[in-house]
Nanobody
Framework: VQLQASGGGLVQAGGSLRLSCAAS????????MGWFRQAPGKEREFVAA????????YYADSVKGRFTISRDNAKNTVYLQMNSLKSEDTAVYYC??????????????????WGKGTLVTVSS
């Protein structure tokens, strides 16, 4: 099973980026997926999660209203649209997959698969 994240880069504060995560080796269309991030010197933290159908989404309070998670099950891909970026959003962003629920992912539980991270740098 592989989760390949892409779309990171350098952006100015107030700008936007869209991250993508393509899953291979297993069909994730029946399972929740999500994003976590780890800033320098800090622990990895939850960002967003989405149920298998896309009908339920969860967000960290710090990104609510600015980030949107979505998925395209036909492409086995999950996205994270990040708007109004702030310097504190600078981090390595990790895609994650679960065999449980998006709600559990939102509290850091039952993360079965991790992708390699993609670096997002927001300059102020």
């Amino acid at each position: 099973v592989q989760l390949q994240a892409s779309g990171g880069g350098l952006v100015q504060a107030g700008g936007s980026l869209r991250l993508s995560c393509a899953a291979s080796g297993r069909t994730f269309s029946n399972y929740p997926m999500g994003w976590f991030r780890q800033a320098p010197g800090k622990e990895r933290e939850f960002v967003a999660a989405i149920s298998w159908s896309g009908s339920s989404t969860y967000y960290a309070d710090s990104v609510k209203g600015r980030f949107t998670i979505s998925r395209d099950n036909a492409k086995n891909t999950v996205y994270l649209q990040m708007n109004s970026l702030k310097s504190e959003d600078t981090a390595v962003y990790y895609c994650a997959g679960s065999l449980s629920t998006a709600r559990f992912m939102s509290v850091g539980r039952d993360i079965n698969y991790w992708g390699k991270g993609t670096l997002v740098t927001v300059s102020s």
